[in-house]
């Protein structure tokens, strides 16, 4: 083996990236909380450790979570992955298999054609070597060309927008597509001289290039070849593709039951630097696609959170209706990773909430919980309560008199210190009640109790509650064919995974037609979010126009949603088909199979009295 | 042979106008969609300032109409097409020609629904200002769902107007002295009664609407700037109103037999619908854009094309009138001289 210096930049840049990945992974894991390093211990020599071992396969080399978004767009990352990956792979296996010894410099297999030309000791082995070399390099290179093609071209490529890259990504990027055109032309070159290679590489030394002078482009091409691997190894670390070191660490965090926790750590540090920049997020989020606002989208928001802070106008901007966390395919925390930059910037003072003291909820079995957007959409509430009446339910309307606030609009704003005070003394406060479960119009209330209340009594939101009782046969209704589509709220489907009750609800009364595939858990979001304070409430009505356009076609009657908030932003969106909370559907539905007049229907709410506290003089 | 002019609307201004073409020899057609014209006029008891009853102008524009020029009642023209030098209406079944056309298709009341959180529709005492007219005209007093007469009455200012949350930004002018008006009709309809406005501020810009203000304060009518954030029912049927009173800087809860919504006025359904055979686009507000707001205001950028009224926005009924004049020269100037 005839050493030589072209090896040099590769060396170096493959010893620094392996060095600045170990010093990183070390620095993140032992910065990991006391805790999460137990139950990484405790967990390592499990079935979690195959897991990992299985998604890394799946998502770092395969990329599944692409290919089931975009089909070419999970080629392109597929090829690439899967296909460099096969080439060290396989590089590495014929340079052992070689009858030489197993010991070798890392260079060594990579440059294996330089270094040895005659291939004939791998024996049978020589023929599917050079194969498959050549296949996987032709993998490769197709997967770049679509790389290439797509940051000019995005939309054939079923993206609308991909990221804009800062300059050390696109120095990262232009030494990575470089590495493998320079790979070819070194082998091909090297082909045309020794006639090495297989159908690729040999038919472009041998038939096309041939009439170069190759025995001058010789020793340059695989000078270039080791640069290009070698300034893409050194940029990596501080570019996009840190990604695909740090990403084998998160899904074995994740595996290990790591998650994000209400403020930045060590695990928010790995998942910042696993993000690839791919831009999938950009086309997921609304204010793209309805207001053009695409600078703001969690590729750019993570990005600055990884390199220094994002700017206000970066952190403010989002709705958290969550649609990106579940576009992402890395699978990052997005939305509590923007929540708790959000907290680190709180405006509130928590002695804001010292007023507080005056409320008391009264004595319940069920308390029903309208919140302030329920007494913003008193429709909703009369038409909960006469379905609450007619199945009988011994009901109390605890925040008739008003209610504290469920404290989820201060904690989407990153206010959780002063969201504390109002959850702590609204949880005493229906904590008081005695009540066994609690019912509540509002998804928005409904995910805060759940998630941050930690209460002993089941909580339901409506749509749950009224499914439960159809279930049970304690409410019946007239079957219409009033063709109705459904609008998830949020909060409901990708915040608590309600998805289900309000569609067989519905479909108890109506028809229900599902005319978007964006419903469930990709649900559209209704723009009317409280999480956002720099849109207008028009940009919020443009976004409200355009999920309506998605949700409705021209046999819709009416749209059904199960939230307030969502209600009344779409309903504010001012288009032709009316916008109804499930309940208002639902108790037309009871009327009419009563044949009642639901205008002259009455809740019948013996207590508590509505009270009025003072009266002007 | 005499030109043709077609005026869509038989409101006040469509009225109005129809008069001043026929007087300088146009054969003139006015296309009302109900059975009766004077638009929303008719539906109203009295007119603010001088509490003149409506019917009164109606009837004076009706009569001066005398027959010519024909309105033509029950006919909703849904469509307007151009046609050469002319213009195509349409209605459902029918079609009419014109040389000239006038947009005065008016307003529409907003749909006080829309606000939900006022109880509109879910409640029996809360009203809107329009049928509180109707009380006037038929009882000549506001009168709650149960017959008996109300002893509290709020009336609740700017409903569907200035309201970014019903996408309305936009003023619509005639509300506040309609208010006040109203307050001071109820309080001498029940002399005992305690009327509440709950305002954001007070545009009083015609002539004798400040004195009418004045006029209520002097009747013991109260005033809390304040906007309305919900109503609840009580039991027994009373309304919970919750707002703010601004000037005192403090939240308010109080009480109301009775609330009257000063609904706004909206661009009326299928207006632009119509303007858009002709490539016309409605204005940020959802009316009819006029050329030039300060100098065209009743060209709408295709010529033969004028509009008056309230479809370029909230009127009074003598901005109405004025703007029907102006338009009616527009007109004549399209009609009769070469040379724009």
């Known amino acids: 083996m005839k050493e030589h210096p072209f090896v040099i930049p590769f060396t170096i840049g493959l010893t620094f990236v392996i060095l600045y990945t170990v010093v990183m992974w070390t620095i993140w894991v032992v910065r990991l909380t006391r805790r999460e390093k137990k139950i990484i211990w405790k967990r390592l020599l499990t079935v979690k450790t195959l897991r990992g071992i299985w998604e890394t396969i799946r998502e770092g080399l395969f990329h599944r979570n692409i290919f089931k978004k975009n089909v070419i767009l999970g080629f392109m990352h597929m090829s690439l992955a899967f296909g460099w990956f096969m080439l060290i792979v396989l590089g590495n296996l014929e340079a052992r298999l070689y009858p030489h010894g197993l010991i070798n410099p890392p260079y060594y297999p990579i440059f294996f054609e330089f270094f040895r030309h005659d291939l004939s000791p791998l024996r049978e082995y020589e023929e599917i070597f050079t194969f498959l070399m050549d296949f996987f390099l032709l993998l490769v290179i197709s997967g770049i060309g679509i790389a290439f093609f797509k940051r000019y071209k995005s939309k054939v490529m079923g993206m609308h927008r991909t990221t804009k890259h800062i300059l050390i990504d696109r120095i990262a990027l232009t030494s990575l597509w470089l590495i493998f055109p320079f790979r070819i032309l070194a082998e091909s070159v090297t082909a045309g001289l020794y006639n090495t290679g297989h159908f690729f590489t040999n038919f472009l030394g041998q038939q096309v290039i041939y009439g170069l002078p190759l025995d001058q482009l010789y020793y340059p091409s695989w000078w270039a070849y080791s640069i290009a691997l070698g300034s893409f190894f050194v940029a990596l670390p501080f570019s996009r593709y840190m990604h695909i070191p740090t990403e084998i660490l998160l899904i074995f965090l994740r595996k290990y039951g790591v998650r994000e926790k209400d403020s930045h750590s060590s695990y928010t540090n790995v998942e910042l630097n696993a993000c690839s920049r791919c831009g999938i997020c950009i086309d997921s989020c609304h204010l793209s696609t309805d207001l053009g606002i695409s600078d703001t989208q969690p590729t750019y928001f993570i990005r600055d959170l990884r390199y220094s802070k994002p700017s206000e106008r970066l952190r403010e901007t989002c709705m958290l209706c969550m649609r990106c966390l579940k576009a992402c395919p890395v699978g990052i925390e997005i939305t509590q990773i923007r929540k708790n930059e959000r907290s680190e910037h709180q405006l509130f003072s928590p002695t804001s909430y010292s007023y507080l003291n005056g409320y008391a909820y009264p004595k319940a079995k069920v308390a029903f919980f309208a919140g302030c957007m329920g007494h913003l959409t008193p429709n909703i509430i009369k038409s909960t309560l ?113 998805v289900d009750e309000p569609r067989k609800l519905l479909k108890s009364a109506v028809v229900l037609t599902e005319n978007s595939n964006q419903t469930k858990q990709n649900s559209l979001c209704c723009g009317g979010s409280l999480a956002i304070t720099n849109t207008s409430a028009f940009q919020k009505s443009t976004i409200a126009a355009s999920t309506v356009l998605q949700l409705a076609n021209n046999t819709t009657d009416l749209i059904a949603t199960a939230c307030p908030l969502c209600k009344k932003t779409l309903a504010a969106a001012q288009n032709d088909v009316p916008v109804q909370d499930i309940s208002e559907i639902m108790v037309k539905a009871l009327m009419d199979s009563r044949k009642a007049s639901l205008s002259e229907a009455k809740v019948k709410m013996a207590s508590p009295k509505l009270e009025v506290v003072e009266e002007y003089k | 042979m005499l030109k ?324 009616v020269v527009e007109i004549h100037r399209y009609l009769s001289v070469k040379e724009p």
């Not at chain 2, 107007?161 to 002295?177: A, F, M, Q, T």
């Not at chain 2, 299928?270 to 016309?280: A, V």
């Open chain 1, 386 to 498: 006469l379905l609450l009446d007619a199945a009988g339910i011994d009901y109390t309307f605890i925040d008739r008199n008003g209610s504290i606030c469920c404290g989820r609009p201060l904690q989407l704003n990153g206010e959780v210190d002063a969201a504390k005070q109002l959850i702590d003394k609204n949880n005493r406060l229906i904590y008081e009640t005695g009540a066994n479960c609690l019912v509540t119009t509002c998804p928005i209330c409904a995910s805060e109790f759940k998630k941050n209340y930690h209460m002993s009594i089941p909580i339901y939101h409506h749509s749950q509650y009224l499914w439960e009782l159809t279930n049970q046969g304690r409410l019946v209704f007239n079957q219409s064919n009033l063709n109705v589509a459904y609008h998830d709220p949020c909060e409901l489907s990708r915040g608590l995974g309600v």
């Open chain 2, 4 to 327: 043709k002019v077609a005026v869509i609307g038989g409101g006040v201004a469509g009225l109005e106008a129809a008069r001043q073409l026929a007087a300088l020899g146009y054969q003139t057609t006015v296309y009302e969609k109900n059975d009766h014209a004077g638009g929303h006029t008719s539906e109203w008891d009295r007119l603010f300032p001088n509490r003149r009853p409506a019917v009164e102008v109606v009837d004076t524009l009706k009569s001066q109409l005398n027959g010519n020029p024909a309105i033509v009642l029950s006919t909703p023209i849904t469509e307007l097409l151009p046609n050469g030098d002319k213009f195509t209406l349409k209605t459902s079944n029918k079609s009419f020609e014109a040389d000239a056309v006038l947009i005065a298709t008016g307003f529409e009341l907003f749909q006080a629904e829309r606000k939900e959180e006022y109880g509109y529709g879910i409640y029996d005492n809360v009203i809107t200002s329009a049928e509180l007219e109707k009380m006037f005209t038929e009882h000549g007093t506001p009168l709650m769902r149960n017959g008996e007469k109300p002893k509290r009455v709020a009336f609740v200012h700017c409903v569907g107007s200035r309201d970014e949350k019903v996408n309305h930004l936009y003023c619509s002018k005639v509300c506040c002295v309609t208010a006040v008006k109203q307050a001071i009709e109820a309080k001498e309809a029940i002399p005992e009664a305690e009327i509440f406005c709950l305002y954001m501020d007070l545009r009083m810009f015609g002539p004798g609407y400040e004195e009418l203000y004045k006029e209520a304060q002097q009747k013991g009518i109260n005033f809390i700037r304040g906007r309305l954030s919900e109503a609840s029912e009580l039991d027994g049927g009373r309304l919970l109103i919750k707002t703010e009173d601004t000037l005192a800087s403090r939240p308010l809860k109080m009480s109301v037999d009775m609330l009257v919504l000063m609904v706004g006025m909206t661009p009326a359904e299928g207006t632009s619908k119509l303007i858009y055979n002709l490539g016309l686009k409605p204005n940020a507000d959802g009316f009819i854009g006029v050329s030039d707001y300060h100098l065209k205001p009743s060209e709408t950028g295709i010529r033969g094309v004028y509009t008056a009224g309230a479809c370029s926005g909230p009127n009074n009924i003598t901005d109405s009138i004025n703007s029907a004049r102006s338009a």
